[in-house]
């Protein structure tokens, strides 16, 4: 897919109305039974999913980062296509072993992990990815009381970031993992601890839609695992090289080519079997993999008109949908793709607004959009991925919007 056929455009039927899971929007919403909702599109999730998994090796593993998407009809039907599931904290953690996901494939990164979080942890059995050593300390307590020792991966603060990432997350100072340099100290840890060393978690940043900084990125990973290898605890089994893939928001981004990343994916697991037996690449990826299947649908309460400009205020905004305001990390703030259902005829300018009381509750800033009446649907794309659950949800006590997977 290229900017000219942005992933947005979902299909119409005659009438204008966007078709989500092969129906009418309209009809859709009514069988929900409220506004604002998310709607998330099965076959879009199998899809992306399906055709990922079918052009990366046997060797390398595809896991959900469920922090982008924690609704529990979504990990579930996402457990099923993916290898494994990566949690954030115990209330995840909940969730997907609520799939029937094996405890074998599931992870847990995280900066703030509790003493009960990580006790949780171990006696499910999951792996941990160790970010300081705190955690080495409450997880070999963890492991006398339940008698396994806890399975363990060391997430490193790498000594570069990834280029072009729309949110950094190693490199310099950071609360992240623990410090290149730390991890002979760790490992010794580790070793000391009889904790069951099982592999490293390198994850260098967020939101990227250049293949060759990805690339770029995961073979330096790769090659740093390499360097600890006198120092291992034990054969590395799980190499994980974190997710950060990106979606396009605008119509002047491009989409990311996952090709020449997959294909670099396929050769260093060729070098894997040679350097380390036994051992999987990982990945774990959130964004990508639901964010083009959600949509986020408001109707338009109010229409007015402010000093030449359009306004239609609509009954959902920033307390749902932090991100499509812009207020979700983003530098500058950008429309995300929205549209007007159905077609009244005619287009205009119009700015969508929520009913929160700042001007920070925008969805469109000055947008190009079908003309909308009150009682219209309006829709937000690209919205499967941080959206709900990443958004100030009390904010103004609003009701919470529904989700539906369809
Ligand atoms: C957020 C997160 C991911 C997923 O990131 P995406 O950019 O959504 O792919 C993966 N791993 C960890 C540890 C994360 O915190």
């Not at 770029?216 to 997710?243: F, H, M, V």
Request: with cysteine.
């Amino acid at each position: 897919m290229n900017a000219s056929t942005p992933s947005w455009d979902w299909p119409r039927d005659t009438t204008g109305e966007i078709l989500v899971g092969g129906q009418p929007l309209t009809r859709v919403v009514n069988a929900v039974g409220s506004t604002p909702c998310y709607l998330y599109d099965r076959q879009r999730l199998t899809a992306r999913a399906q055709a990922l998994r079918a052009s990366l090796p046997k060797a390398v593993l595809l896991h959900y980062a469920m922090k982008a998407n924690p609704m529990p009809a979504l990990v579930g039907h996402m457990a099923r296509l993916v290898d494994g599931l990566d949690v954030a904290s115990a209330g995840e953690l909940r969730v997907a072993l609520d799939t029937g996901m094996a405890p074998e494939h599931i992870s847990f990164a995280g900066p703030g992990k509790s003493d009960g979080e990580l006790q949780q942890a171990v006696a499910a059995g999951i792996l941990v990815n160790v970010e300081s050593f705190r955690e080495i300390k409450v997880l070999a307590e963890a492991s006398q009381r339940n008698g396994v020792p806890a399975r363990v991966a060391v997430r490193v603060n790498l000594p570069f970031e990834l280029k072009a990432s729309g949110m950094k997350m190693s490199g310099g100072a950071r609360q992240f993992g623990v410090d290149a340099e730390c991890v002979p100290d760790l490992l010794r840890d580790i070793a000391g601890a009889g904790l069951a060393f099982e592999g490293f978690h390198m994850f260098a940043g967020s939101q990227n839609l250049r293949h060759a900084a990805i690339v770029e990125a995961q073979t330096k990973c790769y090659e740093q695992a390499l360097e600890w290898q006198d120092l291992l605890p034990a054969p590395i089994r799980s190499l994980n090289l974190g997710g950060g893939f990106g979606i396009p928001y605008s119509p002047g981004e491009a989409a990311l080519d996952a090709m020449p990343v997959t294909d670099n994916l396929a050769a260093l697991s060729d070098r894997l079997v040679r350097d380390l037996p036994g051992a999987h690449i990982v990945i774990e990826l959130g964004r990508y993999l639901v964010g083009e299947a959600g949509i986020y649908v408001s109707r338009v309460i109010d229409r007015k008109r402010s000093r030449g400009q359009v306004f239609l205020v609509v009954d959902g905004g920033m307390h749902h949908h932090l991100a499509a305001s812009g207020n979700f990390g983003q530098v500058i703030r950008r429309n995300y793709p929205v549209a007007v259902n159905g077609r009244r005829g005619g287009t205009e300018t119009a700015n969508v607004v929520g009913p929160l009381c700042t001007p920070l509750d925008l969805l469109a800033d000055r947008m190009e959009l079908d003309v909308a009446e009150p009682g219209d649907l309006v829709v937000v794309f690209q919205s499967g991925a941080y959206g709900r659950s990443a958004s100030p949800r009390g904010f103004l006590s609003h009701p919470e919007a529904v989700e539906a997977l369809v």
